[in-house]
């Protein structure tokens, strides 16, 4: 029993040898990688983002339209994703209005 304990000791510090080693060589490709990439040294600012979400997108649908409160129970997606496009499609009216460029697009998470 004991002659087992000790084999199995063995093979368990192995295998974790293993792992580290594997850890170590992960880290350096990594880096490499990085260097590579110029990502370690960059001091870009990062982009400045604006997310609009419609919290019940379903509900102003019925509120806005009549035909909506029709499809907003059978077709509840297709309702959704015409409440986006009309939302996005009055926010670039309105920053056309203003003249500010924008660039906007939906995006599906």
Known sequence: MI???????ILLVLFSG????????????IARMMENDDIADSEQEPEL???LR???????AK???????????????MVRKMVYQ????????????REIDVDMQIEYR
């Open 3 to 9: 002659t087992f304990l000790m084999a199995l000791s």
């Open 18 to 29: 293993f792992v580290c080693w594997q850890v170590f060589e992960q880290r350096k490709v």
């Open 49 to 51: 983002v604006i997310t």
């Open 54 to 60: 419609v919290l019940n997108p379903i509900a102003l």
């Open 63 to 77: 509120r806005e339209s009549r035909s909506a409160r029709v499809l907003a129970d059978k077709l509840p997606v």
């Open 86 to 97: 009309e939302v996005m499609k009055e926010l670039e009216e309105e920053m056309s209005e």
